[in-house]
């Protein structure tokens, strides 16, 4: 690779490659493509077919789905192979509210779900259901209780994301898990952040779950595939109907080659969680103390209830958009909560939920580490993102660190 050199005040620095975005999604591991490749080549039959070409594709989705049931402590028969993340999310939300909708019409959700869960939800408002949007304190956390005062005499469902992908907040998911089961109300999680990060037990840790939603990009698998856990005995609507896959419950061919490299790749994100964990918060916390040393600067979501890899700060006087494109020049790959269409500042709904006033969501800067990263990566940040925001803050008419007016 070609080396260039770039300029930080009066140091130069080799320029690197740094991906600091795996909350958006995670490059595919080496031994989770290699699984799959197979299954793009010879074995390229209908997994519904009789003949041998076929039959191993079957034989190897049911391998997969042993793997994800043994990594989330369910059952085989309880995992359902999807489209991704958001296909699961709708499923399970849609599926309850149609299923439901005679027992009733209330649904509670909060505000800070991924779209996933909030446009589905605004479009059973648009088909008479009745939705309850609950908020959260200012470090994003739900409180049960507030769960438990939403309830009416006709909710049929609770859906509330296990960790939040902007802030990294972690749910009391088991306490609202409780509060459901106390009420006959079916429970459903958004767990796309956690696989890697939180060890899931469907069976005793979270027995209170009846649906749990995965998406395998986000844990080192490929793209457009994912799982709805749907706990034995739990009855919702078809979302895809047509052929007869996935026990009746999921039409349509089978995304054969995905499913075996999510089943690997669940595999090698769950076998060791407590190391892995290790390494990254370790990373973590020298980056976190190192940025907070800018001044005017705050770290968002809770300071311990987070995913491992996540940071989430916010800047004032600087534009989170502007702030992404000067730091993709430096080769960072990082995320905000802002962005700028159409010449006004956008800010994000969970910044905005946890009450951040738009002039500091709008300098939001979200970190997220992971297996790409080294010691090297969390130093270059280091060395780029203090300057970098100094360089925005001398350009904003607002900023204004001395006495007179500077520009
Ligand atoms: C990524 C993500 C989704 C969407 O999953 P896809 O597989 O990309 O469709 C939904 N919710 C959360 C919290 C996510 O992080």
Redesign the pocket.
Known sequence: MRKTLISLGVLMREKRFVYMDH???TSIKPDVAESMIPFLKEYFGNPSSLYSIGREGKEAIETAREQLAKALGAKPDEIYFT???????NWAIKGTAFSRQKKGKHIITTSI?????LYPCEYLEGQGFDVTYLPVDRYGLVDPAEVEAALKEDTILISV?Y???EIGTIEPIQEIGKVAKEHDVLFHT?A??VIGAVQLDMKQKHKDVDML?L????FYGP????ALFLKEGTQIDNFMHGGGQERGKRAGTENVAGIVGMGKAIELATANIEEHNEIIIKMRDRLLSGVLEIPNCRLNGHPEKRLPGNLNFSFEFVEGESLLLMLDQMGICSSTGSACSSGSLETSHVLRAIGLPPEIAQGSLRLTLGDANSKEDIDYVLDVLPETVGKLRNMSPFYNPGSVCEK
Do not use: P
Not at 215 to 218: E, F, G, N, P, V
């Open positions: 909350a958006a999604t489209s991704g993340g958001t296909e699961s999310d779900e991924h779209h996933a869960v994301m960790a939040n992908n958004d796309m952040q939603s998406s395998s990009h986000k793209k457009g595939i994912g």
